[in-house]
């Protein structure tokens, strides 16, 4: 009789067996789940990163132009309604240097590497200020996120 209980205790039932392996795929589940999640933010903060670069590296640049002409910045350049303009791959020459660009929006076409928008409107203020601001937006699915930058540029003599 011994015999007999010893070779029922030696194996897993199905019904253990399942319960293992149903316990076993939720727990990869929940790590395959948390894994795309956390691969998804990474590739969002590194969109808002290079958008951010963008945007600061349009805001110097806008700063240079107005320190190297202040008159023409001020009255070419910007209005009282506001002037927009759309820093896209074309306003880069063969040294990577930025030019300005005609005056108008990007009409909703991503066109810096073909993945962010950046525009800047310049208003006058005041009759010494001028306020730029900077968006660079981007796509991710059906969403659009943008990073704003807002400055007043004043004429320092």
């Given at each position: 009789?011994?015999?007999?209980?010893?070779?029922?205790?030696?194996?897993?039932?199905?019904?253990?067996?399942?319960?293992?392996?149903?316990?076993?795929s939720?727990?990869?589940?929940?790590?395959?789940?948390?894994?795309?999640?956390?691969?998804?933010?990474?590739?969002?903060?590194?969109q808002?990163?290079?958008?951010?670069?963008?945007?600061?590296?349009?805001?110097?640049?806008?700063?240079?132009?107005?320190?190297?002409?202040?008159?023409?910045f001020?009255?070419?350049?910007?209005?009282?309604g506001?002037?927009?303009?759309?820093?896209?791959?074309?306003?880069?020459?063969?040294?990577?240097?930025?030019?300005?660009?005609?005056?108008?929006?990007?009409?909703g076409?991503y066109?810096?590497?073909?993945?962010?928008?950046?525009e800047?409107t310049?208003?006058q203020?005041?009759t010494?200020?001028?306020?730029?601001?900077i968006?660079?937006?981007?796509?991710?699915?059906?969403?659009?996120?943008?990073?704003?930058i807002?400055?007043?540029?004043?004429?320092?003599?």
């Open positions: 009789m011994k015999t007999t209980q010893l070779k029922m205790q030696q194996g897993f039932s199905l019904m253990e067996v399942l319960a293992f392996v149903t316990i076993l939720l727990v990869f589940l929940g790590v395959a789940y948390t894994t795309g999640q956390s691969i998804k933010r990474t590739k969002f903060n590194e808002k990163l290079i958008a951010t670069r963008y945007a600061e590296e349009l805001e110097e640049w806008l700063r240079g132009q107005k320190e190297e002409d202040w008159t023409t001020y009255s070419s350049r910007a209005s009282g506001g002037t927009t303009y759309c820093f896209d791959d074309a306003v880069y020459d063969e040294y990577q240097s930025i030019s300005w660009p005609a005056a108008g929006d990007c009409n076409v066109g810096l590497r073909s993945l962010y928008m950046r800047v310049l208003t203020s005041l010494s200020q001028v306020q730029a601001i968006s660079v937006r981007w796509q991710d699915g059906q969403n659009v996120f943008d990073v704003p807002s400055t007043i540029f004043t004429k320092w003599e």
